[in-house]
């Protein structure tokens, strides 16, 4: 029987610890307001990010004490910058024709900035190119939702390799709503996928898991916890300000220790479920970062639904490839016991590099 390469994931997992600091939120959400009936229409855009995506495009212009945060009187110092940093590398279109902009505002939110432009645009279609992706890294996309007063909030996606978006009337939103979702449960599986903390922390308690029925219980415990906590921050019940954020992030890389710790001095687990439970809260609050910074305004409802879904099946993925493999290694204690140690013990040391890293900010 050919052995699962356990050496190359506790490789794999050191070598990848400097990748996973904090949860940035890799998405720009925008909305389109278009007045109706008029040959010239007015058009308004609000377009939100996090302070560390607006510094990526703008990389020495607004913050200007250089502590990662944007207060409001820095935004309302450097219009000018906002303008060639951002608005002019989203050229608005309208029946091939462009649009005019005639204002724009920017707002500083709790956890996230908050960019408003207003256009003259003339009839026809309206399309946008958002040149901002080539300035990004990879990965980043740009999510279109609700157009139209009082319309449903849809969800386009355009990332760099298709970077301009037709902006549908209010009464076609509902036609993308399928792919919408499902873009959204696309984003929550590639954070917990690309979540290298997450998948430590997972590894960790599945090591001892146990039986199929105690594998069941542990992560039905992860799931239900961290949609709790996830839920409350999306919906605004409970607010992760950029300092609560970043000792979220620490908190979860110290459950990451305690339980690699607890695999190494521990003979039974009986407690595992709480445990769990306790520390998927904790790791709900890191998803909820991730979400509560695009800002979503009536797309939120949709995004967390989607999200979450994503995350439970990028969950449930990793579960599916790693269970098999550890349940055959279960029945060689020996190698069972050494495997844990030996992992554990990379667990440990990825936990604390992160510990450090992002209690020092």
Known sequence: ???????????????????????????????????PDAR??????????????LGRLIPAGVDVDSDGALS???????????????WDVLPLTAGGAPCARTAQ??????TFVELTATFTCPEGRLRQRYGVLSVLPSGYRVILGSVGEGGAPGALFAEAGQP????????EVSSSAIGGFL???????????????????????????GGFKRVLLLVTSFTVAHSLTLGATALGWVVLDGERARWVEAAIALSIIYVAVENLVLREHRHRALVTFLFGMVHGFG????????GLGDSVVKGLLGFNLGVELGQALVVAVLLPP??????????????????????????????VQRALG
């Open 105 to 110: 505002a920017a707002r500083a939110r709790a």
């Open 1 to 35: 029987m050919k052995r699962f390469p356990w050496w190359g994931l506790l490789a794999g997992l050191l070598l990848s610890a400097h990748a996973a600091s904090a949860h940035d939120a890799d998405i720009l959400y925008t909305q389109v307001r278009r007045t």
């Open 40 to 53: 010239a229409s007015e058009v308004r855009q609000v377009l939100t990010l996090t302070a560390a995506t």
């Open 287 to 294: 998803f909820a970062s991730v979400l509560a910074g695009y």
């Open 72 to 86: 409001q009187a820095e935004l309302d110092a450097r219009p000018d910058v906002l303008s060639s940093g951002v």
């Open 183 to 209: 873009g959204w449960v696309g984003l929550g599986m590639r954070h917990i996928v690309e979540g290298v903390d997450h998948l430590a922390f997972l590894l960790a308690v599945l090591l001892v898991g």
């Open 326 to 355: 550890l349940r055959m290694l279960q029945r060689r204690p020996r190698a069972h016991l050494g495997t844990v140690r030996v992992l554990s013990v990379g667990i440990l040391a990825a936990g604390g590099y992160w510990m």
């Open 164 to 171: 301009s978006l037709d902006i549908p009337d209010p009464g």
